[in-house]
């Protein structure tokens, strides 16, 4: 289940990417794009070969600390969305982050 709110952050910040073209370079909507894309292949490809027969695709508790596998995903947007306001808001993130999409 934490694959879900991974995929929809990943659908919602690639329909600004192409629904707002004028707004592109200045919130850098293609690094958030490609970011939470890279992040929702990872998950998947963990999912997929952590799979066992038998058991679903999608759960719904985990073992961890955070038992809640939709708020996991919520979690782990945390680092990717810092980096990317880190990257759209500060001069330091401009300068490091100073490729275009």
Excluded at 35 to 40: K, P, V
Excluded at 50 to 57: A, C, H, K, L, N
Excluded at 59 to 79: Q, Y
């Amino acid at each position: 289940m934490w694959l879900v709110p991974i995929l929809g952050a990943a659908a919602i910040s690639f329909l600004l990417f192409a629904l707002l073209p004028q707004q592109r370079k200045r919130y850098r909507l293609g690094l958030l794009s490609l970011m939470l894309f890279g992040l929702s292949l990872l998950v998947f490809a963990d999912k997929f070969f952590s799979m066992q027969p038998g058991e679903p695709f999608l759960e719904e508790k985990t073992d961890g600390i955070i038992e809640n596998t939709f708020v996991l995903g919520l979690l782990m947007l945390a680092p990717v969305v810092a980096v990317w306001l880190f990257a759209t808001f500060t001069q330091a993130g401009k300068k490091v982050f100073s490729f275009d999409f």
